[in-house]
């Protein structure tokens, strides 16, 4: 089983059909007042477990795709689900990510958490000042995590004013081993009423989205184009949005997805390389809250317009399989 670091994902990222997310459930009971995706206590989790299992079939036979990463909601809220689906994406021969806040881990995990973690590649531990006192145990989690043999990457969010660094007790456990991430908050969610709004900005000043190759499959067998979170929570034009009722839809799905024109292009260059087009005009000027609200309008131009789909779509035929690391891109969190 292979290790990945942080470069080693965003590699597998920015290579298309390399990687998905596996958005397990809605549910977390620690209720974090950023949280981006507003998950909560009492939110939705796998109700229909014949439809996850087909999805999760689906997935591990997805022959190009060589990592799948797990996030929620929190992931360990889902203990059936969880444990399912890494042991499939294992048995297949997939390389697993988890992402979690580690509230999970009182002095001596359960079970059932160390066999999961002894499946899985990497995890991401999400640590700050917003997760409740007491509501999550990072040091207690990056233990069990180092523990069971995986690699650790602490990911750390931006705030002016404030030096990302880990926690006194966390730093003890894992300073020597854990790769740190450190992101930018997101503005979605919960999070749109604690972090300031950043200034709107036009088409031409956002840079390339990553997110744009990574494509998400929720648990309730919605599949979505990229992996922002204002589009796992519900947002965003029908275009970046398919369904998987069976197992054998899951690779046809993503792999249309894959093969939008818009997204392309965003990805390789930002939605100001589609402002730039006679049939994106109305773009060009407007500002917007953030990229993914560019994106969304590019969608809707390139739905309204047969030209404006053509020349994405001629633009899009120009861009190699595999983007440089040397371009710009947005900042985002997962």
């Not at 989205?209 to 589009?231: F, K, N, Q």
Request: charged share 20%.
């Amino acid at each position: 089983m292979r290790r990945l670091t942080l470069a080693d994902t965003e590699r597998l990222r920015a290579t298309p059909g390399a990687s998905a997310l596996l958005f397990i459930t809605d549910r977390c009971p620690v209720g974090c007042r950023h949280c981006s995706v507003s998950a909560e206590a009492d939110g939705a989790g796998i109700t229909d477990w014949e439809l996850f299992a087909e999805i999760v079939a689906g997935i591990a036979a997805v022959p190009e795709l060589q990592a799948v990463a797990i996030s929620g909601g929190e992931p360990f809220a889902e203990r059936r689900g969880l444990s399912h689906a890494v042991s499939v994406l294992r048995e297949a021969g997939k390389d697993v990510v988890v992402f979690t806040s580690g509230y999970w881990a009182p002095a001596r995990p359960h079970s059932w958490i160390t066999r999961t973690l002894s499946q899985v590649s990497t995890v991401v531990l999400s640590t700050d000042r917003f997760h409740p006192v007491g509501a999550a145990r990072p040091a207690a989690a990056a233990q069990a995590i180092i523990d069971a043999g995986c690699h650790l990457i602490v990911q750390l969010l931006a705030e002016p004013g404030r030096e990302p660094r880990l926690p006194g007790p966390l730093a003890a456990v894992a300073g020597a081993t854990a790769e740190v991430n450190v992101i930018t908050p997101l503005r979605h969610g919960r999070g749109a009423g604690v972090f300031h709004p950043a200034p709107r900005r036009r088409c031409a000043d956002f840079g390339r989205c990553p997110l744009t190759r990574s494509p998400t499959i929720r648990y309730d067998g919605t599949v979505l184009g990229c992996c922002g979170e204002a589009v796992i929570a519900g947002g965003g034009p029908a275009a970046l949005r398919s369904f998987a009722g069976e197992r054998g839809q899951v690779a046809a799905a993503l792999r249309s997805l894959r093969a939008s024109p818009v997204l392309r292009v965003v990805g390789a260059h930002g939605p100001g390389a589609l402002a730039a087009l006679p049939p994106f005009a109305a773009l060009r000027e407007t500002r917007y809250a953030d990229i993914c609200r560019a994106c969304w309008a590019a969608h809707d131009s390139a739905e309204a317009a047969p030209e404006a789909r053509r020349m994405a779509e001629g633009l899009a035929a120009t861009i190699p399989e595999t983007i440089p690391k040397t371009l710009p891109e947005g900042r985002h969190g997962r």
